[in-house]
């Protein structure tokens, strides 16, 4: 039985591992991106929390057949997700604003600003 040059073997290793640590980019990138989107539209429930709570739960009730218990639970179900996550961003924030200086909390400031625009 004939055995490749060491040369090649080493060549096809490389190769593989190569392609392994694109493949692993490739799924942190997509998983990344998967999670910043189920951010996006788990924080952004349709104009809940911009005065269109009325407007949606009609819209549910309609397609969904809800009865006014089921209208109740879910708006009380979904106001404490939305005051729980507004605590949680807040939590946050400031655990970010307590490691940085003065001058870096001002250029922090303008960046979250910049970034809901």
Known sequence: MLMPPPDTVQSKATSLV???LVFLAGAA???VGMRAQM????THLP???EGGKPIVMDKWKRELNLSEAQVES???T??????????ILA???????NVL????????DRMVEQAKH
């Open 47 to 49: 104009a809940w929390t």
């Open 29 to 31: 990138v997509g998983a």
């Open 101 to 108: 200086d003065a001058g870096q909390r001002k250029k922090f």
């Open 78 to 87: 979904l106001d404490d997700f939305s005051r729980y996550y507004d605590n």
């Open 18 to 20: 190569v392609i392994f």
């Open 39 to 42: 951010h996006h539209h788990a």
């Open 74 to 76: 879910i708006e009380s």
């Open 91 to 97: 939590e946050g924030r400031q655990r970010v604003l």
